[in-house]
């Protein structure tokens, strides 16, 4: 059976902070190994057909990036114009593939999970195949280790045998008291939000449940515009459509709901609590990562997510802590699901931090500001192999570009020039410019701006083949 892997690729980037950010969310993350959570997502459904990505358009690049490096060429990059939660995104995805084949099988997963065994997770997929094939919704329920109360429930009619089974009824993010009975009964498990059905049905579902999303998000898909090789979905009617998940939408109200139960490790890593749980430790329970030194610690995380930046801890219990550049996170353990609560407290005070990750990806690359004064800024830029930043210029600062690593091609006006690695140019205020990387390495330059306004909005666009508009970063 053909099944076509739907990737939902949003999220506001909360729950990990500070290495998660609504700029740049935990599945493009490396949390656990070199891979992030996004690559061995699409990797994992690897054997089934091209996957269909839905997601930002501040991700797109991202997203292709990511795929190109693990060797994957996606069917179709939805765009939405803003984030509306994981109905709209599903129904999207179904009408999409529904215009090319009713019976087109659809996998819906998020991107952002931890699933060790890809072998034994697909054939747990392909044990739900008969059930949608007959028409149900199928859901996949993991079969639960402990009570956790950050997990929604699905109970089953009677305790899973390894088949599609019928669903009884979802449960809401229990209390604890409530999770330990839920977990002893042996009818409940965990509700993964994965889901395996035929187009066809879920847009009948749609229909059914949730009819006042129907005409929205199909006037979106029909007057989706290509667009570099993605998909824009329809601005104007996407303005129309309800916030809410699947769940909420569809599931909970359907009738034809099957579970399949998987009995192998999974993590939505929903918490530094749960990335904790997922890491090597050693005897005393303690994982790190980077450049850390724990001295005399027990049961805690302690991460350095810098090279230059030492991380230290000395009898530390039950505690997590985590080393950004521009932030640091220290936390007692049992309260991990909080961290988006200090998210919210930093973004209420205006703080960058709370949403803007050091580096700043664009489709040619990526930059961090090294130092900012009040009339300059010093930026480390890389350049991937044959890109091209856009012809612009600039009102309010000029530029000094110094090459560290590579060639750059670099034009000022009318003059276009190399330069090589311990060479510079000069960007004089209003002048027309671009940078172009023609090697086969990255390149890495140092850029001093000098300036009354050095925001990233101070652009004049002549030509960009990312077509972007005026105004736009990068």
Known sequence: MSITPVLLCGGSGTRLWPLSRKSYPKQFASILGSETLFQASARRFAEFDQPVIITASDFRFIVVEQLAAVGIDPAAVLIEPEGRNTAPA??????????????AMMLVCPSDHLIPSDADFCATVQAGVPAAEAGQLVTFGIHPTYPETGYG????????????????????????????????????????????????????????????LV????????????????LRLGVEPWQKVEDISIDYAVMERA????????????????????????????????????????????????????DGLELVGIGLENVIAVAMPDA?????????????????????????QAEHFPKD??????????????????????????????????????????????????????????????????????????????????????????????????????EDVYARGQGAKG
């Not at 306004?453 to 101070?458: P, V």
Request: contains cysteine.
């Open 90 to 103: 599903v129904l999207a995805a179904a009408l999409h593939l529904h215009a090319a084949d009713p019976n």
């Open 328 to 352: 640091v996170l220290v936390a007692d353990a049992s309260r991990a699901q909080d961290v988006k609560n200090a998210v919210s407290a930093l973004k209420a005070r205006g703080s960058g």
């Open 361 to 462: 990806h664009r489709p040619w690359g990526w930059f961090e500001s090294l130092v900012i004064g009040d009339r300059f800024q010093v930026k480390r830029i890389v350049v991937h192999p044959g890109a091209s930043l856009s012809l612009q210029s600039h009102h309010h600062r000029a530029e000094h570009w110094i090459v560290v690593e590579g060639t750059a091609k670099v034009t000022v006006d009318d003059t276009v020039t190399l330069v090589t690695e311990n060479e510079s140019v000069y960007i004089p205020l209003g002048a027309k410019h671009r940078m172009e990387n023609p090697g086969r390495v990255p390149m890495v330059l140092i850029e001093v701006q000098t300036g009354t306004y050095l925001g990233e909005d101070d652009i004049v666009r002549y």
């Open 255 to 306: 009738g034809n709901l099957s579970v399949v139960p998987y009995t192998g490790d999974w993590s939505d890593l929903g918490g530094w609590d749960a990335v904790l749980r997922a890491s090597a430790r050693d005897d005393a329970g303690t994982a790190t990562s980077g450049n850390v030194t724990a001295i005399d610690c027990a049961d805690s995380l302690l991460r350095s997510e810098h």
């Open 215 to 230: 005409g929205p998000v199909e006037a979106a898909v029909e007057t989706a515009q290509p667009d570099l090789g993605f």
């Open 153 to 212: 429930y699905l109970e089953l009619k009677s305790a899973p045998s390894g088949a599609a089974a019928p669903l009884s009824r979802f449960v809401e993010k229990p209390d604890a008291e409530t999770a330990a009975t839920l977990v002893a009964s042996g009818r409940h498990m965990w509700n993964a939000g994965i889901f395996l059905f035929r187009a066809c049905d879920i847009i009948e579902a749609f229909k059914t449940h949730a009819a006042s």
